[in-house]
């Protein structure tokens, strides 16, 4: 039987990795973005103010995105044939 100490500290582990890895995402992202702006920046830029998005950088996307895929994950399962 798990004692209540032990539910309360995988509570805790629990909400500090929903709190951290949305910040290591967007880190990341905007570290990305920087780095594909650098290379690609004026066409991606052009095609998003063709769609009528001006006036942000692409740090600020990838920050953005990096972000938002921090509270999306893949899942994927695969079957073995034994």
């Keep these: ?4 100490i032990e539910i309360a500290l995988v509570g805790l582990i629990a ?5 951290v890895i949305p910040i290591l995402g967007a880190l990341a992202g905007g570290l ?4 594909t702006g650098i290379f690609f920046g004026d066409l991606i830029l ?11 950088s692409m740090w600020q ?8 895929s ?9 079957q073995s044939s034994n």
């Design 61 to 68: 996307l990838g920050l953005t995105l990096g972000f938002i």
């Design 70 to 78: 921090g509270f999306v994950r893949s899942s994927s399962t695969s």
């Design 32 to 35: 990305g973005g920087w780095i």
């Design 46 to 56: 052009g095609t998003l103010a063709a769609c009528g998005v001006k006036g942000i």
């Design 15 to 19: 909400a500090l990795a929903l709190i």
């Design 1 to 4: 039987m798990k004692t209540a």
